[in-house]
């Protein structure tokens, strides 16, 4: 714990004016800072000899519907000399663009397409953009709070056609009259029958 506390105090040094916010948590260092500085960073946590997290784990985000500044980026570097993550956030807006680090970690390719198929979070450089996990005419992101839980379409394979179609989702429910008595007790109409 005392060499994580040393690490956070030399990448706040160095890094004074770049982090908003650091601490040391499930021993793992937390940085907060703002989008515009990501990637001098993410360049120092890479090539500085203190810090040396030189592999990129994972990119992800989170939805706050309710915030102004409604996503969170989060990024988790590992540095295997040191054996010690260090997790970078930042808040953003809905339509803002977030730099790539494609060019700095080329695995950043896959993750960063994620997240754009997932929230909707467009990065900016990236060299392919585009839809990794769900399909090419799906609708919507199916990460963020406010999407449905049932999607949009729903897709089946048609006995007819011989094909697999998509179709918008129907959610037809009767209306069901319940009777909220014991079961042990039985229900009125279910003794009326047996008695006749």
Known sequence: MENLINLEKKINSELTTKINSSRVKHNQIYLSIDSNDIIDVILFMKTNENTKFR?????????????????RIVYLLLSHEFNTRVLIEFDISEGEKVPSLTKIFPS??????????MYGIDFKDHP?????????GFEGYPLRK?????????????????????????????????????????TKYIKNQTKE
């Open 108 to 117: 950043a390719n896959w993750m960063e397409r994620e997240v754009f198929d």
């Open 55 to 71: 592999q990129l784990i994972d990119i992800t985000a989170v939805d706050f519907p309710e915030k102004e500044q409604r996503f």
């Open 128 to 136: 392919d953009l585009r839809r990794i996990l769900t399909d090419y």
């Open 146 to 186: 406010d999407f449905p839980i049932t999607g949009h379409n729903e897709v089946r394979y048609s006995e007819e056609s011989k094909k697999v179609i998509y179709e918008p989702v129907k959610l037809e429910q009767n209306y069901r009259n319940f009777d909220y008595e014991s079961p042990w007790e039985g």
